[in-house]
């Protein structure tokens, strides 16, 4: 970096701000690039789950023909959302999912799943992965270095994610009746097992995020007194915004319905913002934003199939839980 601050001190009138925000975008690319990884796996799991429905065949094709540069894209714009995102904002994002995770959770019906969380949460785990970086990287002598090593890695599991999908789309149908492939075997035997591996991977992420967030949240305050008159808006806002998704989530989602949750979500945080955060925590808000949609619009195909799956078990559930206590008043009358 000495050679970089050497050149940029020739350069008149412009801020080293602007040319020392390597860091940053190693940071947005690591994010970008676990929201890939994300992505990736559930579009094999969903693409496996229709492929074996003879009722979604079509919606099998559609995941199987997602052009080769729209992934592109979707990579490098979330690298240069979460290279602006400020780590104040970053941390909030997560905190606010992690608690809207845990009381959707925990108001499901027992023996169901929702599998569009693990869509909903994609803009949060970059966030809570670049917060997770800033925080764990603070004051390195090599933070840099350390930063090109994870995005190297992080590029590396990208790349063979991204190829398993392209192999799947194309062979999978092909190699597991042939039987003679090794990735598509092993996909035959254990792809209904991908979704419970990815939630003990986004339990560990998140719980370290969380932590993370909270430290950089805090690291800002001179006095006990500045957090108290952060956190108490910050509680009550976050409060009302679980209370809101508890109540969507007993009706049928639709996108019209995920769209408008997160304008309410990100309202609350930007009128929060407004009384006790900065003017740059309210760009940063606007630019979270953008990123919540996109992600939203990128995954849309994936989105509809995992509403009709959660629909349709939690009418199931539902029924299985009406017909024994129907059973049991019968059974009452008759004795």
């Known amino acids: ?43 094999v799991h969903l693409y496996i789950r229709c492929l074996n429905d003879p009722e979604r065949q079509k919606k099998a ?39 809207r995770a845990v009381s959707m959770i925990l108001s499901l019906q027992k023996g169901t799943q929702s599998s569009q969380l693990f869509l909903l949460c994609q803009f949060s785990l970059g966030c809570g992965i670049t917060c ?28 063979q994610t991204r190829r398993m999908c392209r192999h799947v789309g194309v062979m999978y149908e092909l190699h597991s ?43 800002d305050f001179l006095s006990t007194a500045e957090a108290v008159r952060f956190w108490t808006p910050l509680t009550i806002c976050y409060t009302l915004l679980v209370i809101y998704m508890q109540e969507e989530q007993h009706q049928n989602p639709t996108e019209q319905m995920a769209f408008q949750t997160v304008f309410v979500r990100m309202g609350g945080l930007l009128i929060l913002m407004m009384t006790v955060g900065r003017w740059a925590d309210i760009l940063h808000i606007f630019i979270s934003l953008v990123g919540e949609l996109w992600c939203l619009v990128h995954a849309g195909a994936m989105l509809d199939i995992c509403r009709e799956e959660d629909y349709a078990a939690r009418v199931s559930t539902s029924r299985r839980t009406t017909i024994p206590r129907k059973l049991t008043t019968e059974t009452a009358l008759d004795g």
């Open 1 to 43: 970096m000495g050679l970089l601050s050497y050149v940029a001190s020739f350069l008149p009138g412009v801020p080293w701000n602007l040319w020392g925000s390597v860091d940053s975008f190693l940071q947005g690319l690591v994010g970008a690039c676990a929201v890939s990884v994300l992505y990736n796996f559930m579009k």
């Open 61 to 99: 094709t559609q995941l199987s023909s997602s052009p080769r540069l729209s992934d592109l894209l979707h990579l490098l714009l979330l690298t240069f959302i979460y290279s602006l995102l400020g780590p104040r904002v970053g941390a909030l994002v997560v905190l606010e999912f992690s608690l």
């Open 132 to 159: 997770s970086l800033d925080y764990l990287h603070e004051g390195a002598p090599h933070r840099t270095w350390n930063l090109l090593l994870a995005v190297g890695l992080s590029g590396l599991i990208v790349w």
């Open 177 to 219: 009746s042939k039987r003679y492939c090794g990735v598509c075997l092993s996909l035959l035997a254990c792809w209904h097992a991908i979704p419970a591996q990815l939630c003990r991977a986004l339990k560990v992420a998140f719980l370290v995020s969380d932590l993370a967030a909270v430290a950089v949240i805090n690291r």
